[in-house]
């Protein structure tokens, strides 16, 4: 095993640097691909990815295992079930991945008589046949991808995905311009999976020497083993889902692909903003996976309380930083004026997304300790919450009321999660609940109120040119200064960032991240 592992803040600096560049690529393709494939058929697409995406749950949630049980066994040096691991895990994504294809692709017609009334979408079943082959084939492409993740090397597996993702971009652009369409990105998608799988492979091979892929190495007590922790982790993927996808699937079936479009649209900065801060918890997983399989779980409570408090003190603090000028942000975005429904959404899911993200740090430590069902039923809860509340609300408020559906179950999510994660780990709900949220989102509110009046003013000095590119670009630069100073300020004012508790904070997160010689 020649792929020895890195420290933490090495793996977390190179998933920032994955997840940054993901982001980025994909805020500048939106707007190219709704340029190109206007409203209606964009939002099309996207109903097309969001269907295709719940036959993903066909997995069973086992890949969420790879990484766990890959860290687990290069802890304990035990490199014979490593590999049987690997060879027990492709077999058992293979199967799968048949059946993830054979059963949307019959299936296609049923679904697509049902899902929408105003538009047809039977034109698209061969769109649709090859995005589920292309997440068949990407289930079976996991295990490899996982390795040098699994081996804490998040630097091998970040450049690969950064190439693949390249790769995906090139396509793009490069079949748009030609005319292609929809095909597109189709072949970007193969694209990236091909480039991503190749390069993984490559890697697996050669440093997981002696890997045979020979059934007889297959293992009925992994394959169990591996499902048995998949499904507890499956609870929590489908809530996932259901969260990112199920507000669509509602306006498709009430409205039209059009109001799809201009939903998405206002929910896709937020979801790049929710994967950016998930560069930790990737790092943190496999790293609690290795302490506990070494019975080393000192402190992991500190960090968990700490690590919120400064976490929560980020999340809510980027509220003020953009809900003010969203308008001015979407149109900077998309290089135009934007639909006002749009606008509403980013601003509402902005505010519960950021809630939500804080339960990250929390359920990446529990889930590396062998306790996914934490996450799990805080998540059924948010799904519950999302379904019931979406459908009801557009009964009373319309297509609105579906966003705030969505919103009160992320609030409904991180509620749940936090009580469940306390009682788990022994601390005591008030003094957490005053701390990690009730003092940053006194001051946030306060910030918030001081930006908006700020706007104001700046606004009528400027002048009534709202659309222009120097008054867009000018304010949200004004509302980033403004925010960020009064952040500091206050909560230096408060003394709420103790330079004690650094101290005592940081010698611990050293040693978490410590790599052992």
């Known amino acids: 095993m020649k792929l020895a592992r890195k420290s933490i803040s090495y793996n977390s600096f190179f998933s920032l640097l994955d997840k940054t560049y ?40 086992i890949p969420f295992a790879f990484e766990k049980y ?52 039977h034109q698209y079943v061969s769109i649709f046949s090859l995005l589920v ?19 804490q090397r998040f630097d091998v597996s970040s450049v690969i995905s950064i190439a693949g993702r390249t790769l995906f971009v090139a396509i793009t652009i490069i079949f748009f311009l030609k005319g292609f369409g929809l095909y597109a990105l189709i072949l970007a998608q193969f694209g990236f999976w091909a480039c991503v799988t190749f390069f993984s492979m490559m890697v697996s091979v050669q440093h997981v020497p002696g890997i045979n892929l020979l059934p007889r190495f297959f293992s009925w007590t992994m394959c169990t ?60 997983i496999p790293r609690t996976s290795e302490l506990h399989a070494l019975d080393i779980r000192d402190n992991l409570e500190k960090l968990y309380v700490s690590g919120t408090k400064y976490l929560s003190i980020i999340c809510i603090g980027i509220i003020p930083v953009l809900f003010p000028v969203a308008q001015n942000i979407m149109t900077v975005w998309m290089r135009t004026a934007v639909d006002p429904f749009s606008v509403y959404v980013f601003q509402i899911l902005l505010v519960s997304t950021m809630f939500f993200v804080t339960t990250g740090l929390g359920t990446s430590i529990a889930t590396g ?15 519950a919450v999302n379904m019931v509340f979406s459908i009801a609300f557009y009964f009373v408020f319309g297509a609105k009321g579906i966003v705030w559906g969505t919103a009160l179950g992320l609030i409904a999510n991180t509620t749940v999660c936090f009580y469940l994660l306390n009682k788990w780990m022994r601390i005591k709900q008030a003094p957490f609940w005053k701390t990690t949220f009730g003092v940053p989102c006194l001051v946030n509110a306060v910030i918030l109120g001081t930006v908006f009046f700020l706007k104001i003013v700046f606004a009528r000095f400027h002048g009534p040119e709202v659309f222009g590119a120097g008054f867009n670009y000018s304010i949200i630069m004004l509302n980033v200064f403004a925010a960020v100073a009064l952040s500091a300020f206050i909560y230096k004012l408060l003394g709420f960032i103790p330079l004690k508790e650094l101290a005592d904070l940081i010698p611990y997160v050293n040693k978490f991240v410590k790599t052992p010689p």
């Open 70 to 121: 890959i860290a687990q066994y290069m802890a304990r040096r035990d490199f014979t079930s490593l590999k049987r691991f690997i060879v027990t895990s492709f077999y058992a994504c293979s199967v799968l991945a048949a059946l993830t294809f054979i059963i949307p692709y019959l299936g296609a017609p049923f679904i697509f008589h049902f899902l929408l009334k105003n538009d047809s979408l």
């Open 22 to 61: 993901t982001s980025i690529t994909g805020v500048v393709l939106i707007p190219f691909i709704v340029h190109h494939l206007g409203l209606q058929t964009y939002g099309i697409w996207v109903l097309l990815v969001t269907v295709s995406g719940y036959f993903g749950l066909g997995n069973f949630g």
């Open 225 to 284: 083993m591996l499902f048995g922790f998949g499904i507890k982790m499956q609870v929590s993927l489908v809530s996932t889902i259901i969260m990112q996808s199920f507000d669509k699937l509602v306006i498709a079936y009430f409205l039209d692909a059009r109001m799809v479009a201009v939903y998405d649209i206002g929910s896709r900065l937020v979801m790049f903003l929710k994967d950016i801060p998930s560069f930790l918890y990737s790092a943190v």
């Open 133 to 151: 082959l292309n997440l068949s084939l990407s289930l079976v492409s996991m295990i490899f991808i996982a390795i040098p993740r699994g081996f």
């Open 369 to 383: 300790m062998g306790r996914p069902s934490l996450s799990a039923l805080s998540n059924m809860v948010m799904m």
